[in-house]
């Protein structure tokens, strides 16, 4: 049976579901790197460009940990996931940079996913992916038809209040039952969810009697809608989420407060969250604090800024009592 | 109406013509300086790239002087250039400046947006006379741009040092001066035949090529005029994207030569899909260089532009692979000159060491 690794790094905590199911169907195996830990991330951060982001470094070191573990990595070339917009160059350019890297590292497995060229194309993809496991269309057509069935199971999950780790089969992530606050926390869910990177900020928050929302929970179509008034349509997907879940439960008055967790160099972020800032300053007073973080972050900082924000959401609510 | 817009190498000249073409109210913007950077880089978002920070302070002088309407170019990503216009509003605004931005989308986002948008900027004028005023201005924009690849080929082998740049310089005065596209053609022969002039010394010359992100390739000022310095050096320049180029990608000749078909295919076997800006041409660029046996490449990119970032990412497999020197030159608003120079010289002398070594044993 062959064993296909998948690096637990960036879309694997968007797309994982569907993934896991194609290739078992396929008669593979799949084997996940371990969560991120401080060797992984020194792989990376090693191996990687200094300048690319942390997220991306991250995917190095996962990468590079399933060497001699597995056949092949899959590192899927993912250029849209919708008509209109892209994701992010670095989905663009991936497989080639894992490709570039000098390692004696599994063939890399993957194929370019691109929405922009029609489902037609998306269907030739999938087959082309399959393809190097079975000679069976149907068979490929089955796997991907259960594939993309978990992965709607799964994104019900998040819309009905799971947090990623949770819709992952991690049962320890429950989000809480009876809070004190609500606090929105926006970001890619590679960082928030990668308790290592995000210096496990979701559990923090936890602790400290806060209900955690992420973007996952806010219906597409209401993403749409809260963004439709801005005079410039945003071309990456994963920002329109970010902007969107913001807009949205600033709205319906939905959070005490925001948490926007940033990667160093994050492209796209850099200048949304001009954007983000000014555009919710317009609709709410609710505060919202931008959170930037790279490999040298440390956990202390993150501490000292999360307490003061908590805390002056605390204060800011005893006044209106 | 008072339109001013950012710096960007030769730009200013094209958009003088053109707007001089169609009575357009204009100012350009304070040449780019010390000052323009720091006051892109105070107002600019912070992990803005580079060429950001550096257009939002010469919209900022520009407006001071007392223009009214910013004209931008728009973008459809996923490169975040497309959404400069739309940060450089906002911040403007923030900072208290009241003007009418007009934001020149590709036509790829429909053409009927394009042309609206082109008759706000030019009222007066139908739209035939807007496409008449393009097509003949585009063709002295070509014309600048061989001009300069001229340059750049030339001073390796100019005789007094100085030459080629006097020369460069009264190419473009007589260019400027062309209006119909009669005298443009006879402007450029002129022109071209003025550095042609320039009285060479036959040399043995390394043969560098210089890569990377437009903006920082078309901007002496945020390169630190590395183009003179290298030809200065003795070193013959071939550099992957030019003015024109850049502005119509789609161009079935472009300045630098080939096309962009070829130098993507070129690139296929290292970077097999475009990844926004520059990334696939960069390593195309490389690679064809590599084989017709340059000496090295030099690579310039903003900090942290992602498309940049993702081709240096695949240096090393090229490295390995067509063994060419690559030196990556990452510009922000912290860069000094002394240190690209330095890396420079080094550079320099490990390409003729190595052209040396390559003598030797052939």
């Known amino acids: 049976m062959p064993k296909i690794g998948v690096p637990r790094a960036l879309l694997y905590y968007k797309y994982f579901p569907l993934w896991k199911t194609f290739f078992e169907g396929l008669g593979a195996e799949v084997v996940v790197s371990p969560p991120t830990n401080k060797r992984i991330l020194n792989l990376g951060t090693e191996t990687a460009e200094s300048e690319a982001c942390l997220p991306v470094k991250v995917f190095y070191g996962h990468a590079l940990a399933l060497k001699g573990e597995v056949d092949a990595l899959f590192v899927p070339r993912v250029v849209s996931v919708e008509g209109k917009a892209y994701t992010c160059p670095k989905f663009l350019g991936l497989p080639d940079m894992i490709k570039a890297l000098d390692d004696d590292l599994p063939p890399v497995l993957g194929t370019t996913f691109n929405l922009r060229q029609g489902w037609r194309r998306f269907f030739a993809s999938i087959y082309e992916l399959g393809s190097h496991l079975t000679r069976n269309p149907l068979k490929i057509l089955r796997a991907f038809y259960n594939g993309a069935r978990e992965l709607k199971i799964f994104d019900q999950k998040l819309r009905e209040g799971s947090l990623v780790p949770e819709a992952l089969g991690e049962t320890d992530f429950k989000n809480l039952a009876n809070p004190t606050l609500t606090i929105g926390v926006v970001g890619h869910p590679y960082n928030i969810f990668d308790s290592y990177v995000s210096m496990n900020l979701v559990k923090r928050l936890h602790r400290r009697g806060a209900k955690v929302l992420t973007p996952e929970m806010v219906p597409p179509e209401a993403i749409e809608e809260s963004i439709s008034s801005l005079p410039k349509s945003l071309f990456w997907t994963y920002e329109k989420d970010v902007v969107g879940a913001i807009f949205y439960w600033l709205e319906n008055n939905m959070v005490n407060g925001i948490i926007y967790m940033i990667s160093f160099a994050c492209g796209p972020d850099s200048l949304i969250q001009v954007l983000v800032e000014q555009e919710a300053r317009k609709i709410s007073p609710v505060p919202l604090m931008p959170l930037v973080i790279d490999e040298h972050s440390g956990e202390a900082g993150l501490v000292t800024r999360l307490e003061a924000f908590l805390d002056m959401i605390d204060r800011k609510r005893a006044r209106v009592h | ?362």
């Open chain 2, 1 to 362: 109406m008072k339109v001013t817009f950012p710096h960007m190498g030769t730009i200013d000249s094209l958009l003088s013509d053109l707007f001089t073409r169609l009575e357009i109210d204009f100012l350009v913007p304070p040449k780019t300086s010390t000052k323009t950077i720091s006051l892109g880089a105070r107002y600019a978002p912070e992990f803005a790239c580079f060429p950001l920070k550096v257009n939002i302070g010469n919209l900022i002088e520009g407006l001071d002087l007392g223009a009214d309407t910013v004209a931008m170019v728009g973008g459809l990503g996923p490169c975040r250039f497309g959404f400069y216009a739309e940060v450089q509003n906002r911040v403007l605004r923030d900072i208290g400046y009241d003007f009418e931005m007009i934001v020149l989308e590709p036509p790829a986002i429909g053409m009927k947006i394009f042309l609206e948008r082109c008759r706000r900027l030019a009222p007066k004028k139908s739209l035939w006379q807007i496409f008449q005023a393009v097509r003949i201005g585009w063709k002295k924009a070509v014309a600048v741009d061989e001009v300069e690849k001229r340059v750049l080929q030339t001073r390796a082998f100019e005789r007094k040092k100085g030459d080629t740049t006097r020369a460069h310089r009264r190419a473009l005065k007589v260019l400027s001066e062309a209006v119909t596209a009669e005298e443009i053609r006879s402007a450029r022969e002129e022109a071209l035949a003025i550095i042609d002039s320039v009285e060479r010394r036959e040399q043995d010359s390394l043969r560098v090529g210089i890569v990377g992100e437009f903006y920082i390739l078309l901007e002496p000022f945020v390169n630190f005029g590395i183009e003179e310095y290298l030809g200065n050096e003795g070193i013959y320049l071939e550099r992957s994207v030019y003015l024109t180029d850049w502005l119509n990608p789609g161009g079935k000749k472009p300045v630098f030569g080939t096309t962009r078909e070829k130098i993507h295919h070129a690139a296929e076997p290292y970077l097999a899909h475009f990844v926004g800006g520059e990334g696939q041409d960069t390593i195309g660029h490389i690679v064809e260089w590599a084989r017709e046996g340059f000496d090295g490449i030099i690579h310039f990119l903003p900090f942290t532009c992602m498309p940049e970032i993702i081709a240096k990412s695949i240096f090393p497999k090229i490295d390995r692979e067509l063994d060419i020197p690559i030196l990556s030159l990452v510009i922000d608003e912290q860069t000094g000159r002394a240190g690209v120079i330095t890396r420079l010289e080094a550079f320099i002398d490990l390409m003729r060491n190595k052209r040396k070594k390559r003598l030797v044993a052939s």
